[in-house]
């Protein structure tokens, strides 16, 4: 009789051991789920509310460096990335091999020229502003996060007339409160920022973009990006405008 008590109660405390496991298991899995769904409701599917193309996965068009710059802080690899990204686009011709290599280079180089002049052309309409000077760096940083190479420039505008106006040490996009020890740092930081928590999101039209970056004032805020943007000329313009060149030649 001991004998047959001892094994019911080990029996008995197994099955009460793992319908525990199960209840913590299931009650783990029931806040997950509530959790990341309170997530998707703040960002992607709310942009998708708001009108964003709907891309279950937004493809990482980014150098290698995105990998590194999103455990590490980016205000310290600003100027490394500003090198590396010129050198993949400044060289010498006769080190390709083959005509292809040769156009694609000169493709991206002309480009990379359109998309700085038509910066400058923005800033000068706003009597040259500090960031004038700066129109490679936003090339850079466009091409390096995968941005619209506008919308940078435009914020810029908005917040702070083009770097004159400055609530934070050259902080011309009004991000939080946040100093910066120079405005290619904050370029390059802001860029990060936001590939990271908009772009991926699926929040890429300026008009969406402001319920998140400029909350008070959406529709104002939007509407303003959105025709400042429009002042410059769009990549897949430029690019037809490199093609027909290079067809020319």
Not at 128 to 139: G, H
């Amino acid at each position: 009789m001991i004998e047959f008590d001892t094994k019911t109660s080990k029996f008995i405390k197994g099955i009460v051991l793992t319908v525990g496991v199960l209840i913590a298991i299931a009650v783990l899995s029931l806040f997950t789920a509530r959790y990341l769904s309170r997530y998707k409701l703040s960002s992607y599917d709310s942009s998708e509310v708001l009108g964003v193309t709907s891309e279950s996965n937004v493809r990482l068009d980014i150098i290698a460096h995105y990998e590194k710059m999103t455990t590490s802080k980016p205000r310290n690899f600003a100027s490394n990335i500003s090198n590396v990204a010129r050198t993949t686009t400044l060289g010498i011709i006769e080190l390709f091999d083959g005509e292809r290599e040769k156009r694609e280079y000169l493709f991206k180089k002309r480009l990379r020229q359109l998309k700085t002049e038509e910066i400058r052309r923005f800033y000068a309409r706003y009597g040259y502003p500090p960031l004038y000077d700066y129109a490679e760096v936003f090339v850079d940083a466009a091409e390096i996060y995968g941005l619209d190479y506008r919308l940078l420039p435009a914020i810029s505008i908005i917040e702070s007339g083009g770097g004159r106006n400055l609530f934070r040490p050259y902080n011309p996009f009004g991000w939080g409160y946040k100093s910066f020890s120079s405005f290619e740092e904050a370029i390059y930081y802001v860029a990060f920022k936001i590939r990271r928590y908009y772009y991926d999101l699926g929040w890429r039209e300026p008009e969406v973009i402001a319920y998140k970056y400029n909350g008070p004032t959406p529709q104002e805020w939007g509407r303003k990006a959105k025709y400042l943007v429009s002042l410059m000329r769009s990549e897949e313009t430029l690019r037809k405008i490199v093609e027909t060149e290079l067809n020319a030649r």
